[in-house]
Nanobody
Framework: QVQLVESGGGLVQAGGSLRLSCAASGRTFSGYTMAWFRQAPGKEREFVAA????????YYADSVKGRFTISRDNAKNTVNLQMNSLKPEDTAVYYC?????????????????WGQGTQVTVSS
């Protein structure tokens, strides 16, 4: 089994920054893709960013391009999401996810394991 634990969420004013982290444990993650998704109240879960094992392939949702940066540290089994220039519409629960494949995808279905989520609230 795989466990994913997110941290770093909180309350921030618009224009501010937060850094989310996700720690993975339970088995080796060699070759695994990792990603971040988010879900706002009353809305469906949506893709935010994803990164391949090597870090050579990265996808971002159009809504966060230029503001968010995903990165990973394979030695520590962690993935991070640096969020800058935050907007009220970024308010959501943010989830870390991983899939047992090397290809990077931007939809939730192919991801096999999920964390419990961390709340991000951006005030105007």
């Amino acid at each position: 089994q795989v466990q994913l634990v997110e941290s770093g969420g909180g309350l921030v004013q618009a224009g501010g920054s937060l850094r989310l982290s996700c720690a993975a444990s339970g088995r080796t993650f060699s070759g695994y893709t990792m990603a971040w998704f988010r879900q706002a109240p009353g809305k469906e879960r949506e893709f935010v960013a994803a990164i391949s094992w090597s870090g050579g392939t990265i996808y971002y949702a159009d809504s966060v391009k230029g503001r968010f940066t995903i990165s990973r540290d394979n030695a520590k089994n962690t993935v991070n999401l640096q969020m800058n220039s935050l907007k009220p519409e970024d308010t959501a629960v943010y989830y870390c996810a991983t899939r047992r494949r090397t290809s990077v995808v931007a939809s939730a279905g192919p991801y096999d394991y999920w964390g419990q989520g961390t709340q991000v609230t951006v005030s105007s």
